[in-house]
């Protein structure tokens, strides 16, 4: 018999949410190893990136036009004599020595502004006759040139240890001429699917059986978050078979089970993980979908450094205390999904040496009422559509947190307070992006 859950183990969203993050905030990542800037993609940063020179390390024309003296411009139009011209990449021997008052050299977008210039005029505004400029607009000083520096100083770090990097920050790292990164290792998460009724995706299902697609799901959502998915054959609802996949499972860095956390019969799971002496922070969430969901830890032997509370290595501290973290998730396809991410990714994120984040909501004017029960917070499939300013927000049609089908065609869930039970056409909701 599956142990019943103590009823203090239920929480509601916010609390859970924030124990998951508390917890999440004390987790190291495994360790740190040099990769090629591409293969860094998606990865988390373990060093800074520093500038290696000044940003822009020339006082740098943004636009085609001619480089002027502001001054000069006080009475429009101004005629110019043109002393050069600077194309982008162009030669320091080729830039003139200086721009006298009554001066002008062409400049084109990306080029070093010569001294004595002081601004930039778009060539829109002139217009030329031999040596001779004439400008019918006016500039201020600085406008169109960014000066030396003025984006970062040499030595400035520009990217920090614990930041994702996205392609932004490539753009940074290759402006400074890192080939290679320093990352952190990702984390190594096993997946263990439960239940009887499943069969592995390449096996025909008998009549009353069902397809593996938890353990892909998952593995594509953990991918997605920075993870190595590590598959772990079904587990059956047979108490033997299970604790040995869990112990497997608890060799990686996190334990994501699926299934079997109901209160059925063969919801062995919470027992086989407590002859862990597994710790559980909580055994439920008052949450749709989603319920049953199961966060806890078992004590490690591999010690590769997992802190607890106020024992952040310090020097005379004793080792701390290492642990395997691990989520029971619910099987139902899309509840694993929506706990996956509102979860465990937390954890994941940790493992891999992200720095912590709070859950991100849009907001999205509701197209059609949704009526529904009070007492759970709900995250509902939901589509997000319209355009520019026009946004709108509108439930799926779906069966309950079985219907992957349906789910796979949202983009969003929808979030549904527990205090509500109707929500109006119109109103404001709060939207978690897919
Ligand atoms: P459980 O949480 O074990 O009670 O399972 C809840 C529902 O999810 C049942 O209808 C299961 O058949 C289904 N289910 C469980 N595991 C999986 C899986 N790996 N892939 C797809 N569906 C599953
Ligand atoms: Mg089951």
Sequence with gaps: MAAQPEPSLILNFEDARH?????AARLRPRGKELVELLDSVGQVLAEPVIADRNFPPFPRATRDGYAVRAAD????????????????????????????????AGIMTGAPAPPGADAVVMVEYTSRAGNTVEITKGVATGDNIVPVASEAKRGQRLLSSGMRLDHAAIA?????????????????????????????????????QIRNSNTYSLAAQILAAGGEPLLLPIAPDEPGRLRELIADG?????????????????????????????????TGVQIQPGRPLVFGRVPSSRGHGFSRAGEDTKEGASAPEAHTYFFGLPGNPV?????????????????????????LFLHARLKSEIKTKTGLKRFLPAILSGEFEQTEVELARWQGSGDVAATVMTNCYIVIPSDRDRIPAGEWVPVLLR
């Design 73 to 104: 411009l006080a009475q429009l139009p101004a005629k110019l004599e043109v002393i050069g011209e600077i194309k982008a990449g162009v030669a320091p021997s080729d830039v003139p020595v200086k721009l006298d008052p009554g001066q002008a």
């Design 335 to 359: 509840s694993t999904m929506v706990c996956f991410e509102l979860f465990a990714r937390p954890i994941l994120e940790a493992l891999s040496g992200l720095s912590p984040r709070k859950l």
């Design 19 to 23: 124990l998951v993050e508390e917890h």
């Design 250 to 282: 608890l060799e990686a860095d996190l334990l994501l089970l699926a299934g079997g956390v109901s209160m059925g019969k063969y919801d062995l799971v919470e027992q086989a993980l407590a002859e862990f002496q597994a710790e559980f922070f909580f």
């Design 172 to 208: 940074v790292a290759a402006s400074v001429g890192r080939s290679h990164l320093l990352v952190y290792a990702k984390p190594r998460v096993a997946v263990l699917s439960t239940g009887d009724e499943v069969v592995d995706i390449d096996v025909p299902p008998g009549p009353n």
